[in-house]
Every structure is written in structure tokens, then in C-alpha cells.
């Protein structure tokens, strides 16, 4: 099959890869010039675990293809997907002016039928609008389908190529025929297509991502109590998670949940809710509950110091809002360094990965180390943010060598207590026994 992607993000560039591996002949679009030339020379604009390797081979392969010119790709292709972002807009309802606007230039390019797929996370009744844009600028018969991603960074290439399921929204026969065809290669495999109408596809997706939000942020309301009573939160997740009615996965605590999707999405959810009447009330407390969750910390170190941290030199670790991600959107590293910044402290900062993008936010306001430990050079305290693998065994001598106080705030629980008890260490993770 013949696939034009619009948008070439992080979204359409995964499924653009995907179709192409599955076979089909996929025409990338973008708006962005540079972006399109660097991907036409083999370069991949965002940094994703064995996405290049997939990405090259296609190139390769003559079934993955770049333009800026969206009149040429749709004239080669039946199905075209919109990845275009929907970003909150001021009031946090989601921003659907880069959907309708291409939707409004498909119009104007009609040629002959064709399935327009939509990979946006989108509220409720955005395939409505954007159906009435495309018809209102042709007489043309097309299909509207919903079809939201559910890929997470850093897993991106595993979850595109082997999703837990695919979510189809659609009422015509005909656009159904042909999402199936280019889905085939998965139902072939196990991998359920499950079908349904739009407006329940379009809500799937948000509820998804709000359940998994409401998820860790329940864990990390259990994290806080266990602080209070003296219980230890890994052996009640451990606990929790055997039972398969809950599962083990994203029962992780730690300083809140970031990122480009959870929290925006949770915010144009309630701000759904509020357009019908309807308060999500357990949405609402989860945004209260993680915006407070992600600066915890900076409360214990301003406590550990006795409440002054005016020339304090404070070491983070990690800045990407997760692992195996330059993502920095919504990171809790950031709000943290705001927060220790304001009360006087200054910040040497290492993360490999994300430093590139928050040197483009904060410039010179903080410090960037070339590695782990020479953020630690002469440093009051260590925080750790992001749970990079290469800080799961640190050599303990070096750290207290290298820094001034030997206190460790984790955000993200990445040693067990075992590990580091006779370390000498002041040791402050989430929801679990302080030590030192
Ligand atoms: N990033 C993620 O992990 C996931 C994102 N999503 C959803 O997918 C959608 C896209 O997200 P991302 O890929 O992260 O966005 P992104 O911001 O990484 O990329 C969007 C791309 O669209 C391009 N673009 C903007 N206007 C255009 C136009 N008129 N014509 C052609 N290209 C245009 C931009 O230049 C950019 O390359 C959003 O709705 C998001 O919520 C869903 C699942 C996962
Ligand atoms: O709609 C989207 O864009 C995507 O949003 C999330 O994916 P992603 O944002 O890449 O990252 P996650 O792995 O879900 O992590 C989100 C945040 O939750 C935090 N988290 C995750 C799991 C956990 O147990 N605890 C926890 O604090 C992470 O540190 C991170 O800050 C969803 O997992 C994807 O299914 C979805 O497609």
C-alpha cells in the first residue's frame, strides 16, 4: 500500500518506519525544511533506541521516503495519516489548529477517494470536524478513521512493531477493508485489531494515558503514607503487583510523572469533561497530587540543610523526563532546578542525552558535567531524577570522594536499601526508610 504521513515527528516518524518495515511504500511529510533534508540524507532527528538501523534499511529499501511538498506525496498514495501535534492550547483543551489546518489543504487536494487516518491523540468528535473540514472544500468521497498511537519513548521501535493492541475507529466498511490490509502483518501475528466507532477510539486513548497517570500517582500517594507509618513501598508494590488484576507495571514511584503526553493529556481530558458539564474529579486530584510529587524533594533537601540553601551545590543527575529519552517536555528535573535555583543553591548538572535540549532552555544558569562523577566535584548533596541505567551501580568510593556532603535525595528509588546501607551515606528516596 501507497501511505503518506503528515507530520514527521516522533509519532509519525516511528509509524512511518513501521508501515515501511510492514511493507508498504510511505511518503514522509513535513513542513519543516531542515528536518526533511537531514532525514532525506540518512540522519534521525530524534534519538530513539534502534530506530536508525529500521529507519536506514527502509531508506534502503526505497519504501521510505521525505518531502515538504504534501501535494506530491497524496497523489501517490490511498492512505494518508495526520501525526501532527495537539499541543495544549492556553486553557488546556487541545490544540487541534495544525489537524484541521492540514485536514483543510487535504480538502483542497482531492484527487480520487482515499482513508484518512488520524495518529493524533484528539478529543472526542474530532474526526466529525475533521471529516466537515476535508468536505467542506470537496465533493470527493474519503474516510475518516481514528487510529491513536500508544507508543512510549524510548520503546517506541518494540511498541510500534509489536503494540498490545491496535485501536481502529471507524464506521465504513470500506476504510475498515483497507486498514486491515495494512494491519494485516499484525493480526497475522496474534496482535488484536480491535474495531470500533470513532468517538470511543478517540477516548480510548485518553483514557489510557489518564488511567496510567492516575496509576502511578496512586503509587505514589501509598509512597508518601508509607513514609508516614514506616512501611516499605517496594515491598507493597511487589506485593500489589502479583496480584494480575493489577500487574506490576507502572506501579513505580518516585518524583511524578512528566513528559509530552501525560500531562497534557490529562489536562485536555478534564478540560473535555468541563465543555459536557462533567467534572473528572479523580483527574483533577491526580494534576494536584503530581505537580506537588514532582518537587517532594526539594523540601527534604531544604529540611536536610536546615532550611537554607543559599550557596548550596547541588548535583542532579539526569534530566530527561524518563530513561532512554533526550525528551525534557514536563520533566520533573526541570521544576526541580527551578525550585533549587530560587532558594539560592546552584545546580552541576549530567545527563548524556537530554543536555543538548536543556542547554537550549537554561543556557548558562546551571552547570553541565561531561560525566557522572565530575558532577559530583565538591557538591552538598546528589539528586537523582531520571533513571538512566548507568546509575544504577555507581562506584559509592568515588561519589564520597568526589563530594563535599555525602547526601543522596533519589527521585527515582534506584538503589535498594541493601545496596547502599553500609555505604555511609544520607540516603533519602521515595517511600521508603531514610538512611544516615
Ligand atoms: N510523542 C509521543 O510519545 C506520542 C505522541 N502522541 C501524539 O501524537 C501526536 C504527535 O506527537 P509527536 O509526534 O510527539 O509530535 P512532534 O511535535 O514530535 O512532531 C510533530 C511534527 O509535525 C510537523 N508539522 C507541524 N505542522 C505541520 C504541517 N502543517 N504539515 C506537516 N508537518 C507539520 C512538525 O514539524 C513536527 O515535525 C500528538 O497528538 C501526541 O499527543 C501519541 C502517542 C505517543
Ligand atoms: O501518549 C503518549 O505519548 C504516550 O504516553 C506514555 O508514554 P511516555 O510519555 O513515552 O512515557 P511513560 O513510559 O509512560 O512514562 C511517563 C512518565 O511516567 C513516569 N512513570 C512511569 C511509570 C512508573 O511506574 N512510574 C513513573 O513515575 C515516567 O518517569 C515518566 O515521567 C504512554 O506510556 C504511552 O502508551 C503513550 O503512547
Known amino acids: 500500500m501507497n501511505i503518506t504521513i503528515v507530520g514527521t515527528g516522533y509519532v509519525g516518524l516511528v509509524t512511518g518506519t513501521t508501515l515501511a518495515e510492514l511493507g508498504n511504500t510511505v ?9 526533511v533534508e537531514a532525514m532525506k540524507q540518512g540522519s534521525v532527528p530524534i534519538y530513539e533506541p534502534g530506530l536508525e538501523e529500521m529507519f536506514l534499511r527502509n531508506i534502503q529499501a526505497q519504501r521510505l521516503f521525505f518531502t515538504t511538498e504534501l501535494k506530491e506525496a497524496l497523489e501517490e498514495s490511498e492512505v494518508i495519516y495526520l501525526a501532527l501535534p495537539t499541543p495544549p492550547g492556553e486553557d488546556g483543551s487541545a490544540d487541534l489548529s495544525y489537524v484541521l489546518s492540514v485536514s483543510n489543504q487535504i480538502g483542497e487536494l482531492l ?19 475533521v471529516r466537515e473540514t476535508i468536505a467542506a472544500k470537496t465533493k470527493i468521497p474519503f474516510d475518516v478513521v481514528s487510529n491513536p498511537e500508544f507508543l ?25 477493508e483497507i486498514i486491515a490490509k495494512i494491519y494485516q502483518p499484525f493480526t497475522n501475528t496474534g496482535i488484536p485489531i480491535i474495531f470500533m466507532d470513532e468517538k ?41 503487583g ?29 478540560k473535555s469533561g468541563k465543555q459536557e458539564d462533567f467534572d473528572f474529579q479523580i483527574l483533577e486530584a491526580t494534576e494536584n497530587v503530581n505537580q506537588a510529587q514532582k518537587v517532594i524533594l526539594v ?107 555525602k547526601a ?22 521515595i517511600g521508603r526508610k531514610t538512611l544516615g
Open 27 to 35: 511518503y514522509c511529510v513535513d513542513i519543516d525544511a531542515k528536518k
Open 111 to 129: 484527487t480520487d477517494y482515499k482513508v484518512i487516518v488520524n495518529k493524533s491523540t484528539v478529543p472526542v468528535g474530532t474526526a466529525d470536524k
Open 152 to 176: 512510549r519513548e524510548g520503546f517506541a521501535v518494540e511498541d510500534s512493531m509489536n503494540p498490545a493492541r491496535v485501536i481502529v475507529g471507524s464506521e465504513s466498511e470500506r476504510a475498515k
Open 200 to 240: 470511543s477510539s478517540e477516548l480510548t486513548k485518553y483514557a489510557s494515558n489518564s488511567f496510567l497517570a492516575v496509576k502511578i500517582t496512586f503509587m505514589n500517594e501509598i509512597a508518601n503514607y508509607c513514609e508516614k507509618v514506616g512501611a516499605d513501598v517496594d515491598k507493597v508494590r511487589l506485593g500489589m
Open 242 to 270: 502479583s496480584d494480575d488484576r493489577i500487574g506490576h507495571r507502572f506501579l513505580f514511584p518516585g518524583i511524578g510523572y512528566g513528559g509530552s503526553c501525560f500531562p497534557k493529556d490529562v489536562k485536555a481530558l478534564i
Open 299 to 405: 523540601s527534604e533537601i531544604e529540611k536536610y540543610f536546615g532550611g537554607n540553601l543559599q550557596g548550596k551545590k547541588i548535583a542532579v543527575w539526569g534530566l530527561a523526563f524518563k530513561a532512554n529519552t533526550d525528551d525534557i517536555r514536563e520533566a520533573s528535573s526541570l521544576d526541580n532546578i527551578e525550585k533549587l535555583l530560587e532558594k539560592g543553591a546552584t545546580i552541576s548538572a549530567y545527563d548524556a542525552i537530554a543536555e543538548e535540549n536543556v542547554r537550549k532552555l537554561l543556557g548558562d544558569k546551571i552547570a553541565y558535567s561531561k560525566d557522572m562523577y565530575s558532577a559530583l566535584e565538591n557538591a552538598d548533596c546528589l539528586l537523582i531524577a531520571t533513571e538512566w541505567s548507568e546509575f544504577k551501580n555507581p562506584n559509592f568510593e568515588i561519589m564520597a570522594e568526589k563530594m563535599n556532603n
Open 408 to 429: 543522596i535525595f533519589d527521585g527515582r528509588n534506584m538503589f535498594p536499601l541493601e545496596q547502599i546501607e553500609d555505604k555511609g551515606f544520607f540516603y533519602k528516596s
